[in-house]
Antibody, heavy 123, light 109 residues
Framework: QLQLQESGPGLVKPLETLSLTCTVSGDSVGTTDYYWGWIRQSPGRGLEWIGS???????YYNPSLKSRVTVSLDMSKRQFSLELKSVTAADTAVYFC???????????????WGQGSLVTVSS | QAALTQPASVSESPGQSITISCTAT?????????VSWYQQHLGNAPRLIFHNIGKRPSGVSYRFSASKSGNTASLLISDLQAEDEADYYC??????????FGGGTKLTV
């Protein structure tokens, strides 16, 4: 059974960088068949796609966040990561990591999700 | 304005049916058949219930069905059960290569 688990600080100061890692178990991060992604949910609000990464390491970003986001893949550790720079209170959210279904042309649906990690931006 | 518009909330009695709509605000939001639906119970991660418009992953009840016509995708839930009470989100992979979610619909049974 595939499992994803987010990890990282739960509190980040304004203007600093939010860094989260997602560890995948039960399957190989190095397969050729998947995309991985980050999606966030602000308190009491809806879902927002942040970015995705293909097994080759090619990243794809939400245009509204692109200038501040980096999504990367570390196949040796079976992990993928999110960095969000210059955070503000508006970036306070639950951050989910997720994996798509197998063999997709695009990251159009996520079959597996982590439990989510609450990150609060506050001094 | 969100790229995908959903009603904020809907409610219906157990045993009845309900449809949740998801309307694209522009023509380049829905691309081919890349429309998905997620169910999210309070405090949990979203759960995929449909992809490619109407393809149901294993384990999803047949009481759920999904379709799309023009700029509106729809999720139909029949014979509503108490456990269907949740938030429902549509999403679409767009022609410009991004992923957008609807604002979510809170279903009360």
């Amino acid at each position: 059974q595939l499992q994803l688990q987010e990890s990282g600080p739960g509190l980040v100061k304004p203007l600093e960088t939010l860094s989260l890692t997602c560890t995948v178990s039960g399957d190989s991060v190095g397969t050729t068949d998947y995309y991985w992604g980050w999606i966030r949910q602000s308190p009491g609000r809806g879902l927002e796609w942040i970015g995705s990464v293909f097994y080759t390491g090619s990243p794809y970003y939400n245009p509204s966040l692109k200038s501040r986001v980096t999504v990367s893949l570390d196949m040796s550790k079976r992990q993928f990561s999110l960095e969000l720079k210059s955070v503000t209170a508006a970036d306070t959210a639950v951050y989910f990591c997720a994996q798509t279904g197998r063999g997709l042309l695009h990251f159009d649906w996520f079959a597996y999700w982590g439990q989510g990690s609450l990150v609060t931006v506050s001094s | 304005q969100a790229a995908l518009t959903q009603p904020a909330s809907v409610s219906e009695s157990p045993g009845q049916s309900i449809t949740i709509s998801c309307t694209a605000t522009s023509n380049d939001i829905f691309y081919i058949d890349y429309v998905s639906w997620y169910q999210q119970h309070l405090g949990n991660a979203p759960r995929l219930i449909f992809h490619n418009i109407g393809k149901r992953p294993s384990g999803v009840s047949y009481r759920f069905s999904a379709s799309k016509s023009g700029n509106t995708a729809s999720l139909l839930i029949s014979d509503l059960q108490a456990e269907d009470e949740a938030d429902y989100y549509c999403s679409s992979y767009t022609r410009s290569g991004t992923l957008v979610f609807g604002g979510g619909t809170k279903l009360t049974v």
